[in-house]
């Protein structure tokens, strides 16, 4: 059965656009409605697997974020995990929120393939998580950046191939982060969905785009 359906805040100008657009391409406006309509409900049929990237300037900027995100995924009923070094000065806080800790004892050699130890790791999250959607949040990567930036870009590019279903966060420290070169920096952000920037209780949204020399003498 076919349902008509209203569209509040639909004003003329808006109409007089679609109408301009239904005579150039030769379909009705409810067909361009109804196309819109189809690939949000698409959008939303499908399992969300994002990948952002958060930078913090101190230990109590993430301490209440941290918090914050907990509050979130307990209410959507995910699975909270986290990764990070041994001595993470936030392992004992999110220990306490009872997050689980997805890190396997330390590699056997140092030789081992970073790639296969952090799959590994994935895994892990995996089988714990009861094909609950995952909210991760991964401290160890910026532990590494700071040892070997290629190392974490390499990492990074490797879990773009094979997503978790849920949301990972990628956490580094502002310091170990901007001391790597332009490019390094540039390629780490364009590996995440989102940048995220947080300052005390304060979340900033970073968006980096690619422009022309141009765009220096335009206001």
């Known amino acids: ?37 189809d690939e949000w409900l698409k959008q939303q049929k499908e399992i969300p697997r994002r990948h952002h990237l958060l930078i913090y300037d101190d230990y109590e900027s993430i301490k209440s974020s941290v918090k914050s995100i907990d509050k979130l995924a ?46 590994n790791i994935l895994q892990n999250i995996l089988e714990n998580a009861s094909d609950k959607q995952i909210c991760c949040m991964d401290f160890l990567i910026d532990y590494i950046s700071n040892s070997s930036i290629n190392e974490a870009i390499n990492i990074e590019k490797a879990y773009n191939e094979k997503r978790l279903q849920g949301i990972v966060f990628c956490v580094y420290n502002a310091k170990n982060l901007f001391g790597a070169s332009i490019k390094d920096l540039i390629t780490i952000m364009d590996l995440h969905d989102q940048v995220f920037i947080i300052k005390n209780e304060q979340i900033y949204k970073f968006h980096l785009t690619k422009e022309n020399v141009h765009k220096f003498f335009l206001s």
């Open 74 to 119: 307990k209410e959507g009923k995910c699975f909270r995990c986290f990764i990070c070094s041994p001595d993470f000065p936030l392992k004992d806080s999110l220990t306490k929120l009872e997050w689980f800790d997805s890190l396997l004892s330390q590699r056997k050699n140092p030789e081992q393939e970073i790639i296969k130890y952090f799959n």
């Open 1 to 37: 059965m076919v349902r008509n359906l209203i569209i509040r805040g639909f004003d003329d100008d808006v109409h007089s656009q679609l109408g301009r657009l239904s005579r150039q391409k030769g379909v009705s406006i409810n067909s361009i409605v109804k196309d819109a309509v």
